[in-house]
């Protein structure tokens, strides 16, 4: 089963930006529907940005939409996640996962440890 490790989580100071990285193992990475999560203290842990196999197709919750970027690089098994003009409400835990292909919402199959992002006001 893939493995998942998230890294480029600290602390940023608000309007800054921060790139996340999530490396997976295997050699069926680009197979994958992959997605970012984050969890605030005390929160549910919400979807905000999904990517297909292929690089396309994404989408983006409401409350990143516009200021975050997801990427892949398959080549080198990994996905990104560019977040400029951070907010203090962006502060939370932030995972990555595969996905399931076609549940609507996606679910979740595999996870990484999580990465912590605090923004600073």
């Known amino acids: 089963q893939v493995q998942l490790v998230e890294s480029g989580g600290g602390l940023v100071q608000a309007g800054g930006s921060l790139r996340l990285s999530c490396a997976a193992s295997g050699r069926t990475f680009s197979t994958y529907k992959m997605g970012w999560f984050r969890q605030a203290p005390g929160k549910e842990r919400d979807l905000i940005a999904t990517?297909?196999?292929?690089?396309?197709?994404?989408y983006y919750a409401d409350s990143v939409k516009g200021r975050f970027t997801i990427s892949r690089d398959n080549a080198k098994n990994t996905v990104y996640l560019q977040m400029n003009s951070l907010k203090p409400e962006d502060t939370a835990v932030y995972y990555c996962a595969t996905l399931s292909p076609y549940s609507v919402p996606p679910q979740a199959q595999a996870w990484g440890q999580g990465t912590q992002v605090t923004v600073s006001s």
């Open positions: 990517i297909r196999g292929n690089g396309g197709s994404t």
